[in-house]
């Protein structure tokens, strides 16, 4: 059974960055779809982005982060990153990576594998 681990949450002020690993044990993450979500405190859990390596590196990202986020993925480290510049306050959450086996990307009822989460704080 896969799992999944994600880090690199922590505070950053307005305007900062930060870059959220996501990594596997048990399979590779390049055989599957892998999508990053967030949910912040009394709100529901909200897509980000996905990648899919067996596509040919197609990425995909909500518009409340396009731009500003970008999804990749190392094979050989079988590990999934988030790169997050010009970070607002409205990215306050935590953070989780997921696999998806089939379905929409953007529904978290595609995805079969969550890690555990990682918090991420945008505050001055």
């Known amino acids: 059974q896969m799992q999944l681990v994600e880090s690199g949450g922590g505070l950053v002020q307005p305007g900062g960055s930060l870059r959220l690993s996501c990594a596997a044990s048990?399979?590779?993450?390049?055989?599957?779809?892998i999508g990053w979500f967030r949910q912040a405190p009394e709100k529901d859990r909200e897509y980000v982005a996905a990648?899919?390596?067996?596509?040919?590196?197609?990425?995909e990202y909500a518009e409340s982060v396009k731009g500003r986020f970008t999804i990749s993925g190392d094979n050989v480290k079988n590990v999934v990153y988030l790169q997050m510049d010009s970070l607002k306050p409205a990215d306050t959450a935590v953070y989780y990576c997921?696999?998806?086996?089939?379905?929409?990307?953007?529904?978290?009822?595609?995805?079969?594998?969550w890690g555990q989460g990682t918090q991420v704080t945008v505050s001055s």
């Open positions: 997921a696999v998806s086996i089939a379905g929409t990307w953007s529904l978290a009822s595609s995805y079969k594998i």
């Open positions: 048990g399979g590779m993450l390049g055989t599957n779809t």
């Open positions: 990648w899919n390596v067996m596509s040919g590196g197609i990425t």
